[in-house]
């Protein structure tokens, strides 16, 4: 079976926003204009394609990231010549909510380019920074596309200058629109000086209009500046530029695609999806500007037998290398793994190996995604995406390769989790199912962890916060029939060192008959905080043989997730075990686990042990009027204040809060604003908790 389309016309791009910036309804106008849906879904009428679980179309947000394909031909392209110019769109509507942050970070490691898309009123939002640092580090180009450009309020100016300020200052506008508010009816194309108006019942008519005389002198004036910055990337456009002629459109438009796809340019393109303006347009530029796979670097990985880095190129014919980025439950066929293929071919039937865990598997049935819905295929080609139903040992970031050309693809970091909660089964009956649903939940989401508590025996989830819980609580019931009882969400703290310790630790007992005997030595140092934490074993002269050394770091690392002070895992720190003596006959493995636990302990208390915090960044938007309210109120929870700026007749306060702080704070807020007051929260990063706080968690640890 050959490839349908030349891998050159081929575009793996993510919708990514903050919430309710309009992404979904710019992915369900995307299937309407490509033909995929004959029928436009509204998020207000729960009728998405994209968001397909009930959940999502109950509470009217993105939870999981949804992929599909569907297929373009710009809009510029004569209607004889349409076939030849049509390319695949592989396209991915990420959640916008910080909660379900880790569906836009995977999407973006396997994906060549993003569409930012921007609320027109309210411009650059808290979650729009994380995902636009989350493509900065996989060094994905992007295009942004202000939308809601007919909301009261709106404005195309004050949006991309909150981007300028905000999050780049490589962006530029390559259209504007026409008029604002209710009077926003087209939009102007700067680089070609055309205007645009959307016509019929869902604007599928794109009519050619005059440019309005009003807006002429604006016009000249932006189109010179975007001539002039797209020439200052290109050494013989600038020198033709500064000659006085002006480049011919191919030649500006192969120079903006050069730049954008090495991110020195951001095209800014506008209009409002709700309204059916300017989505098509947004297409021409996804075809025109972001990369195809064969234009961005080859992907590069470890092979495992020789330790040496390799790459691999996107080729059909070059050995398999693919990366699963999300596992899925489906009610209909178990277990999905989507995965980006990056070279090579995956074909159904055949045996591929999961280099991550050197396990060979089968690949059975091969789908392509529609939302919800699955296509069969034969073959996955290289630049592609897909799910394989079926896999047993895979898991999200595990490497897909040749077993003959292993390689371990670069891996996802997932955010730790910030937010934990008490969960137990209703009945008996309710026991061992919610044991398999936590499982199969856990393997989907990485943010999202289980495990028990050694003291009570209770099951602790933990999460990103709380709409994350409660959604994956209320998926339990439905998706798993298990009804379970939860308990107050509670924070995630973390222990960790301010100085450095040094302890010895011996387990030494004798009952009559072999004893055990372990003796070590060890040190600590405080590291940089988001390290983690590093064993290092320094050894010399064999005064522990090394097969008690492994022991030892098992030791050590679980005394560091127990925790010392107060119960919580110990992070952002160095262990050296140095020196130590061993028994020839007492010795044993569990003896110097011992021994390493009792010495990472004591070293620990000697470094000056403190309590982290998770700290979130936090923005309320409200009016004028409930200013002194808003900030007295977070004065009092611990919060601190790092802007406040207008947004039309509201007032907007950012701030960094502690978690534990933030609890009930959306009722309180609606109740000092008359309701009229919002917010938004994301994880910032972890601090030191003062110590009259310290010593209140500590107490209630004890009580527990």
Request: aromatic share 8%.
């Amino acid at each position: 079976m050959a490839r349908e389309y030349p891998i050159e016309k081929v575009r793996d791009i993510g919708i990514i926003a903050h919430i309710d910036a309009g992404k979904t309804t710019v992915s369900e106008r995307v299937l309407f204009y490509t033909g995929v849906s004959h029928k436009i879904g509204e998020v207000h009428e729960g009728e998405t394609v994209m968001d397909w679980m009930d959940q999502e179309r109950e509470r009217g947000i993105t939870i999981t990231a949804a992929a599909t394909t569907c297929f373009w031909t710009p809009t510029y392209i004569p209607a004889e010549d349409k076939k030849a110019y049509e390319h695949r769109i592989n396209l991915i509507d990420t959640p916008g909510h910080i909660d379900f942050t880790i569906e836009v970070k995977r999407s973006l490691r396997v994906l060549d380019g993003a569409v930012v898309v921007f609320d027109g009123v309210s411009g650059v939002e808290p979650q729009s920074e994380t995902n636009w640092r989350y493509a900065d580090d996989f060094h994905v180009p992007r295009i942004c596309f202000i939308n809601k450009l007919d909301r009261m309020g709106a404005s195309f100016e004050n949006s991309f200058n909150s981007i300028i300020e905000r999050l780049t200052d490589k962006a530029i506008p390559i259209q504007w629109p026409i008029g604002t508010e209710e009077n926003f009816s087209g939009v102007i194309d700067l680089l070609q000086n055309k205007a645009y108006k959307f016509e019929g019942d869902k604007g599928e008519k794109i009519v050619e209009i005059p440019i309005p005389a009003d807006m002429k002198e604006l016009v000249d004036k932006r189109h010179y500046a975007l001539v002039e910055r797209i020439s200052e990337t290109d050494d013989q456009l600038i020198a033709k530029f500064l000659d006085g002629k002006m480049p011919t459109l191919p030649e500006l438009k192969k120079a903006l695609r050069a730049a954008t796809l090495k991110v020195t340019i951001v095209p800014v393109l506008c209009g409002s999806a709700l309204k059916n303006k300017g989505v098509q347009l947004m297409l021409d530029a996804v075809i025109d500007y972001l990369p195809s796979p064969i234009d961005i670097p080859p992907t590069k990985g470890i092979n495992p037998d020789t330790h040496l880095e390799e790459e691999r190129h996107p080729k059909d014919d070059e050995p398999l290398a693919a990366l699963a980025f999300k596992i899925a439950t489906d009610p209909f066929v178990g277990s999905l793994t989507f995965f980006r293929v990056y070279s090579g071919t995956m074909k159904r039937g055949s045996y591929v190996l999961n280099a991550t865990k050197n396990k060979q598997e089968r690949i059975g049935r091969i789908v392509r995604m529609h939302a919800n819905h699955r296509e069969e295929v034969d073959e996955i080609y290289a630049g592609d995406l897909g799910a394989i139903v079926g896999l047993k040992d895979t898991t999200t970031a595990d490497s897909l390769v040749d077993i003959d050309h292993p390689v371990v693809l670069e891996s996802i970091i997932f955010p730790e989790p910030v937010i934990s909660m008490r969960i137990e089964p209703k009945t008996k009956a309710d026991q061992e199912k919610m044991g398999i649903a936590l499982h199969k939940l856990s393997e989907e989401d990485p943010t999202f962890r289980v495990k028990g508590d050694p003291e009570t025996g209770d099951t602790v989830i933990s999460g990103m916060g709380e709409l994350h819980l409660d959604v994956l609580v209320e998926r339990m019931r439905r998706e798993f029939k298990v009804e379970a009882n939860v308990g107050r969400p509670q924070v995630a703290y973390k222990e960790t060192i301010k100085g450095k310790g040094d302890a010895e630790g011996k387990y030494i007992r004798q009952s009559g008959g072999k004893g055990q005997y372990g003796h070590v030595k060890l040190k600590v140092e405080a590291l940089e905080r988001g390290t983690g934490f590093e064993f290092i074993d320094d050894i010399k002269g064999g005064s522990i043989p090394k097969e008690f050394i492994n022991p030892i770091e098992k030791g050590v690392e679980e005394a560091a997730a127990r925790g010392v002070m107060a119960g919580y895992p110990v992070v952002d720190l160095r262990v050296t075990l140095y020196d130590g003596s061993f028994h020839e006959v007492d010795s044993s493995e569990f003896a110097f686990k011992i021994a390493g636990s009792m010495a990472f302990q004591e070293a620990t208390k000697q470094a000056k042990l403190v309590i982290l915090e998770p700290v979130m960044k936090i923005q309320v938007i409200a009016p004028a009027n409930f200013l002194g309210d808003i900030t007295g109120d977070l004065s009092s929870r611990r919060a601190k204040i790092s802007a406040m700026g207008e947004r039309g007749n509201l007032r907007v306060i950012d701030a960094t809060c502690p978690l534990a702080e933030m609890f009930g704070y959306v009722t309180n807020l609606r109740s000092m604003t008359q309701g009229r007051g919002s917010f938004n929260m994301e994880f910032s990063n972890y601090e030191e908790v003062p110590n009259n706080v310290a010593q209140t968690i500590i107490e209630g640890k004890a009580k527990k």
